[in-house]
């Protein structure tokens, strides 16, 4: 039996890696780098993966076909699971079988980093909030890593870091199901709300999921939590259920008994614990992001900052020269003022219904659908007939989210391209046509940045069809 304490990882080790996306490509290439023999495999035919297969190799590990697996299991010490393979996956179950332990890779780039790590969760808004994080650690004078969830593979970025860096990781429910000893310096859970469900058996499954960013803190860390949400909030009342064994700072849209950071008189403020008197971080209205929601992003990025030992100037600077990050509530285009906004990576109802709150009433001609995923849109659709002036379904969910809207006028696309050109044609002078799909994109697109990309390409497409008639 591997004795678990003692793996490092390293030369020596043998290290089976599970699923061969992004993350599990990065693995293999760190783990290599570090000495250690790797295997990989993937439940897709190799014939899908090739280009995977050729990177790994070229790294100096193995790929393995789901039949040769048995025969090198005896020689592996660990594994590491890839985020998007649920632990129920029949790979996963063969591997356990052995008595093979199974790591998350956040569970392996904490293992390997040097530096304090700041984590960040929640359904919505944790790619945007990580990324501020990070400009608040860099305006500060840091030299800070941002990877996970974001988009390139935390361990890529705990591999590099310094004694005296930090790393800022956005991570998901599916990478906290299987950590061990995981233990970010500072945690932070921004909201809870539906999602993932067709993965996970109810809410609290997910929720549970979610809580797990904490388990492993202690004296000397920070919980940064989110006191306006219902999931969150028990946490605070419920001590007993729900013990945080660290600091825990909260933020709300007001002030609070329990609130760390506040806003009053549109400022927000920050009452550290047993300081005498809170002080005024910022305005709001120096905040360049579009939407209520980014006020709660920038409170929890604060917090996190904060709990770091980050100055309120650098805090400040940082919030006031960030720019919306891409398919998040992005303007990519006007068109006879008509604006046209990437909100792709909205994929569940919850990101959907911020999204259309930053826009005034009956302003919104919503382009919406993809790939549910066990979602329930009662809410969203409440949301879009009070707030859309028409509604365009596209892609798999159009029925299951149309039964939920009353309203809003429904049209149906069967291409961006021509979603495009009906919200055109729905939406008048002053409106914001917004794509914010509220669910998955795999459907129709490679990703939620691919579906974002046909949508700017076709409102550009748009524009200049408009542009040759007026020349």
Known sequence: MTNEKSLQFTSGENVLVIGLGRSGLATVEVLRERG??????????????????????????????????????????????????????????????????????????????????????????????????????????????????????????????????????????????????????????????????????????????????????????????????????????????YRIPCEAWWFSREPHRNSTLYVRDEKIYFAKPGAPRALALMPVNEIPLLGEHNIINVMGAAGAALAAG?????????????????????????????????????????AVIAALKSFGPGRVVAI???????????????????????????????DAIGTHVVRAPLHRADSMEEAVEQARSLAQPGDVVLLSPGCASFDMFESAEHRGRVFTAAVEALAQRGATRGA
């Open 36 to 241: 250690a023999e790797v295997w990989g495999v993937d439940d897709k035919p190799a014939e899908q993966i090739e280009p995977a297969i050729r990177e790994i190799e070229a790294a100096g590990a193995i790929f393995l076909d789901r039949e040769e697996l048995e025969r090198v299991l005896p020689q592996i010490g660990a594994a590491v699971l890839s985020p998007g393979v649920p632990l129920t996956a029949q790979t996963v179950r063969r591997v356990q079988d052995r008595g093979i332990p199974v790591y998350s890779e956040i569970e392996v780039a904490y293992r390997i980093c040097r530096a304090p790590i700041l984590a960040v969760t929640g359904t919505k808004g944790k790619t945007t909030t990580t990324a501020l994080l990070g400009a608040m650690l860099a305006a500060g004078g840091r030299t800070v890593h941002v990877g996970g969830n974001i988009g390139n593979a935390l361990i890529r970025e705990t591999a590099k870091s310094a004694p005296e860096d930090w790393v800022v990781a956005e991570v998901s429910s599916f990478q906290l199901e299987s950590i061990r000893s995981f233990k970010p310096r500072v945690s932070l859970i921004l909201n809870l709300s539906p999602d993932h469900l067709d993965r996970y058996h109810s809410m609290e499954e997910y929720r549970e999921a979610k809580l797990r960013i904490f388990a492993n803190q202690g004296v000397g860390d920070i919980f940064v939590g989110n006191l306006d949400d219902p999931y969150l909030a028990p946490l605070v009342t419920d001590v007993e259920s």
């Open 310 to 350: 980050v100055s309120v100037a650098a805090i400040r600077e940082a919030v006031k020269s960030f720019h919306a990050l891409p398919h998040r509530l992005q303007m990519v285009g006007e068109i006879d003022n008509v604006r046209y906004v990437d909100d792709s990576k909205g994929t569940n109802p919850g």
């Open 368 to 398: 919406c659908g993809g790939k549910a995923k066990g979602t329930d849109f009662s809410e969203m659709g409440d949301e879009l007939d009070a707030r859309a002036r028409a509604v365009v379904l596209l892609g798999e969910a159009s």
